[in-house]
């Protein structure tokens, strides 16, 4: 590498800022943050960097640099429109062994600027060496986006406990786990929620399990969304990879499996129309018997679990149990299969409402009460409704539904897979049984299905 990563402690130091306009007045703030007494030196400055030097109690010197300035100084940085004073403050800065920055010139820089995620005390830096600006602010806007701003406030209570935890915890591998549960366990979705108290008695029942050779594992409960693992939330990526453990079930894709840790134990634990890998009572238990052997257990689950998830009985369990547990919602396959299809769930025009629906068999039948799903202005959305779909469409109409009425099935949505069938209560089955679609579907019912092909935006047309 051609920069060494390195933080400099600058709270109080002087520092000189060589320079007055825009590009100056960025650099003066990154400054201004790491608590430096500033001195510019320049024939005139923006309005922005005088209010930041009055506000931190910096000085400006209207003149030109000349040789010399640099004396006393602990860092020097040249943002001047001028190559020539900025290759003199660079050659004189350097001779002295003083860090020097001249900006968008790396190659009279001593040291660099990087891209900076600020959650203090918590900093993380992103460079490429001056090559590619764009690319590096484009990777810290993605660390941004997976780093919470309350992890800041995580590292400050992680800190404040270092010196209780030594004496408590006097084995270095046993300390390690310590700090492993609490960042990646309940103590600290305590503290990024803002429950300081509840964490402080989480501290407390996790250092006395340390000391009695105990451990207390959690379990997860993730919706993975409908495919696409773009859609999985941060908080579900977060605690996806902080499990030893991960229980998915085969609408999740192994995109989405693969976010896990490389070492996290991988169970499968799918559940077909006619094929359940491992029986629902069973990976309740499973829950249970992992998260009392001390581990953190991840249970994906396809869409939301709270949405025909059945992760109601999941938890169930696990609280009977006194077993720790958080549930993240996601992205249900309603609204995924929807977006995705062009298809709006509800429109002013064409939709007030939308209800979700089972519609998988139950003894040959699709038990509805279908005189209830007449509403021209509804959107129906049934899931699991393939095998059931000549039940659905011949039930809605043998009620009033007009056999017109437009019906769409996805398939596989939101994936590179995606394909979208369109027709009307009459004549959908018959496309469906031309056209063969796998697994997993999701039938939508209503006016608004014939906004797809105006509407669709992602892979191919509807068909």
């Keep these: 590498m051609e920069f060494l990563p390195a933080f400099f402690q600058l709270h109080d130091e002087p520092v000189l800022l060589v320079g007055g306009g825009t590009v100056a007045q960025r650099k003066a703030s990154l400054l201004f943050r790491a608590g430096a007494r500033v001195t510019v030196i320049a024939p005139a400055i923006t309005p922005a960097l005088q209010k930041g030097l009055n506000e931190h109690g910096g000085t400006w010197q209207a003149r030109p640099w000349a040789a010399g300035d640099i004396n006393g100084y ?16 660079s050659a004189e800065a350097k001779s002295r062994h003083i860090p ?28 490429s060496g001056g090559r590619s600006p764009v690319l590096t602010r484009m990777l810290r806007s993605r660390i941004e986006a997976l780093v919470p701003a309350a992890y800041g406030r995580l590292a400050e209570f992680a800190g404040n406990l270092r010196d209780v935890v030594r004496e408590r915890v006097p084995d270095e591998a046993q300390r390690r786990r310590f700090w492993e549960d609490l960042l990646q366990g309940p ?3 305590q503290v990024l929620a803002g429950r300081d ?17 105990e451990t207390q594992g959690e379990v997860y409960l993730i919706g993975a969304g409908p495919g696409d693992p773009d859609l999985m939330t941060f908080k579900g ?28 134990e991988r169970i499968y634990v799918g559940k077909a129309r006619t094929d359940h890998a491992v029986p629902q009572m069973e990976i309740n238990q499973m829950l249970v018997d992992l998260a009392k052997q001390g581990k953190r257990v991840a249970r994906l689950k396809g869409g939301d679990p709270f949405v025909f998830g059945r992760g ?17 919602p996601g992205i249900t396959a309603a609204t995924g299969a929807a977006s995705y299809a062009g298809i709006p769930l509800t429109h002013r025009d064409h939709a007030q409402s939308v209800r979700f629906v089972a519609g998988y068999l139950k003894g040959h039948t699709v038990d509805h009460d279908w005189a209830n799903f007449q509403s021209e202005n509804e959107t129906l959305v049934f899931y699991m409704g393939l095998v059931g779909l000549p039940v659905i469409c011949s039930e809605l109409q043998a009620h009033g539904r007009s056999p017109d009425t437009p019906v769409a099935l996805v398939e596989q949505a939101t994936r590179p897979t995606q394909r979208v069938i369109v027709g009307t209560l009459a004549n959908i089955v018959e496309r469906v049984e031309r056209a063969q679609p796998q697994a997993p579907t999701l039938v939508i019912v209503g006016a608004v299905v014939s906004l797809a092909s105006d509407l669709s935006w992602f892979g191919a047309m509807p068909e």
């Design 74 to 89: 602990t860092m020097v940085v040249a943002a001047t429109p001028d190559s020539a004073v900025n290759s003199a403050v």
């Design 100 to 127: 020097v920055n001249v900006v968008d010139c790396p190659e009279l820089c001593s040291f660099i600027f990087p891209s900076v995620v600020d959650r203090s005390p918590l900093v993380i830096a992103v460079s």
């Design 187 to 189: 103590v600290a979705s």
């Design 197 to 213: 108290e509840r964490a402080r008695e989480g501290v407390e029942q996790l250092l006395a399990q340390q000391c009695s050779g």
């Design 237 to 264: 990526i977060r605690l996806l990879q902080a499990a030893d453990v991960v229980l998915h079930d085969r609408l999740v894709t192994p995109e989405i499996t693969d976010l896990a840790r490389r070492d996290a």
């Design 312 to 328: 109601g009985e999941e938890i169930e369990l696990l609280a009977q149990h006194k077993v720790p547990f958080q549930v993240v």
